[in-house]
């Protein structure tokens, strides 16, 4: 599978669990996603990763932001799917080639919980 444009990703925030909406980038800088909840700051990029859309150097410095890379070509994975009757799962995957990766029962790559 070739490099998506974002459009067919359902990237998920990796907080609040829900469904971000596909924000408007340059095309060099990949699909852009914003988390819907207010005032969450939880943004996810095809080329970048997920990070908080702000300036304020505590909230940055806070906030510990899941690093989950893709094995086949390094790229940044996203969450795209939680399941409610098993807190730890979670599966991530890459917006370039379509591998997946799941974690179960362990806290690789993920932030913090919503409301901690």
């Not at 207010?38 to 300036?55: A, E, H, K, M, V």
């Not at 370039?96 to 029962?105: D, L, N």
């Amino acid at each position: 599978m070739g490099s998506s444009t974002g459009k067919d990703l359902r990237v998920l925030c990796y907080q609040h669990h829900r469904e971000t909406s596909l924000a408007t980038s340059s095309e060099s800088e990949g699909a852009l996603f914003r988390c819907q909840e207010p005032g969450c700051l939880i943004c996810y990029n095809t080329s970048r990763g997920y990070f908080l859309d702000t300036q304020d150097k505590t909230t940055l410095e806070q906030e510990i932001l899941p690093r989950v890379s893709c094995s086949e070509d390094k790229s940044p994975m996203y969450l795209a799917e939680t399941q409610t009757t098993a807190k730890s799962y979670r599966l991530w995957k890459c917006p370039k080639c379509g591998a997946s990766r799941r974690s179960e029962g362990t806290s690789e790559g993920l932030g913090k919980s919503a409301g901690t």
